[in-house]
């Protein structure tokens, strides 16, 4: 029996439907009249930082090699027969997939054939097939991506930082793995990954656009069979509040040097609320964001271009405030963000200010519920998180600058942070 839930917005006048599936699935449908495609994401709470873990009634933790995540992703395209983007290719849907640090997706967006495309993916996600022989050739093809990535300036400037700010967590490691950790997996690992998170009761699925609950169910009905639900503990070690390291610095070909400053936040609980969330990423809006004094006179001082960017990054276990770009005197631009930040800590939020980029942000919500692709990942990365999709406008209405404040006054230490240098030899 399908439990449905109508949830509602009253400020957009839009609802979607939260389903308990049968089979023990969470499934999210988001109808959007007069949309002429649609896009769906089939997702497993399961990233590259997962590994070590243990199910209940196991005694010891399993632990398999880095960027495994990653590999099995790329694996499940495969059949016996034809792979799915073969299948796609007959429906014309485009397909993709993704691994992050903390889940692996699934998803296609198509304009029409909408349920035949939607039986692919339950298909080919619920259907592993694995053998010595296709493990040992997507061996060579993904090393062959990571000897690539290893080599490509932003992201070795971004993993660079991370393996400078984290001593043990599994963050700091590239998400596709090493060479030599992948030369580990075997299609026993892989199969006992998949059989581990790709159970329902930790994945979802979420549709939006041109779609109804009906034809959702009608595919879902036909393709899904109910599994009973599996509790997994992950297992990682402590993690210090310190960094490892100040500076860390690589020589790649590049045109200028390529920077990553990071304030590693000492947290004190596994994850980050999504208020603290929300007020992060207004508060680095205020610091650094396009519109803010410290961006323009670092333009005009001709410190950084218009690459400059701010992230709030994370995640299980980490986090940190993260200033990215390019500059001929990295250091200089770290400085100037540092005195920044202790202006503001000393001063407190310009008002006028927090008020402005606040509704920037609300402004900003309010449009992702105009793409369908953002709200299908979104309904997926918010249930894996706990929360729901209109949550985001309700917490971000309620956040005040003495929150802004307060959340950098404990969030953020300029004594606690690192910088990765990509420039040429």
């Known amino acids: 029996m399908n439990n449905i839930k109508e949830i509602k917005n009253e400020l957009l006048g839009d609802r979607y439907f939260e389903i308990d599936h049968s089979s023990g699935l969470k499934i999210f449908v988001y109808p959007k009249e007069n949309y002429s495609s649609a896009y769906a994401v089939f997702g497993t709470k399961y990233g590259s930082v997962d ?63 909408f349920e035949e495309s939607l039986e692919i993916l339950l298909d080919f996600v619920t259907n592993p097939y694995f053998t010595a022989q296709t493990v040992e050739k997507e061996q060579g093809i993904i090393g062959q991506e990571i000897k690539m990535t290893n080599d490509e300036p932003g992201w070795e400037s971004l993993f660079s930082l991370l393996r400078a700010m984290y001593h043990n967590h599994p963050v700091k490691i590239d998400i596709a793995g090493t060479v030599e950790s992948i030369s580990h997996i075997t299609a026993d690992l892989l199969y ?75 947290v004190k609980t596994p994850c980050r609320t999504l208020k603290e969330t929300l007020e992060s990423e207004i508060l680095l809006d205020i610091i650094a964001g396009k519109t803010s004094t410290l961006y323009e006179e670092l333009l005009n001082d001709g410190l950084i271009n218009t690459t400059f960017e701010t992230e709030y990054f994370e995640g299980y276990g980490y ?58 990942n979104s309904l997926v990365g918010d249930y894996f998180n706990g929360e729901g999709l209109f949550d985001q406008l309700s917490v971000l209405e309620s956040i005040t600058a003495e929150d802004i404040d307060n959340r950098l006054r404990t969030a953020i230490n300029v004594e606690n942070s690192s910088m990765s240098i990509i420039k040429q030899d």
Do not use: W
């Not at 790329?74 to 014309?92: C, M, N, Q, V």
């Not at 994945?203 to 041109?210: D, F, H, S, T, Y």
């Not at 202006?343 to 310009?350: A, H």
């Open 51 to 113: 590994t070590s873990f243990r199910t209940e009634g196991e005694e010891d933790f399993t632990s398999v090699p880095e960027g495994i995540a990653h590999f099995l992703e790329h694996k499940l395209f495969e059949s016996e027969e034809l792979d799915a983007f073969a299948r796609y290719a007959k429906t014309g849907a485009s397909a993709n997939a993704y691994t992050s640090f903390d889940k692996t997706c699934y998803l296609f967006s198509c304009s029409g054939n």
């Open 192 to 266: 006992s990954c998949y059989n581990t998170f790709y159970n329902f009761s930790n994945m979802a699925l979420a549709v939006a656009g041109n779609v109804t609950v009906e034809q959702v169910l009608r595919v879902a009905d036909k393709m899904l069979k109910a599994e009973p639900p599996k509790k997994i503990e992950r297992k990682f070690l402590p993690e210090p509040p310190t960094v490892v390291q100040d500076t860390v610095v690589r020589n790649l070909p590049v045109s200028m040097p390529i920077f990553a400053i990071g304030y590693k936040e000492d």
């Open 319 to 376: 986090s940190a405030h993260i200033f990215t770009g390019e500059s001929n005197d990295c250091e200089k631009v770290r400085e100037r963000i540092n005195r920044e930040i202790i202006k503001v800590i000393k001063e407190g939020v310009d008002r006028e200010t927090f008020d402005r980029i606040k509704k920037k942000h609300y402004g900003g919500v309010i449009m992702n519920f105009d793409d369908v692709g953002s709200l299908a």
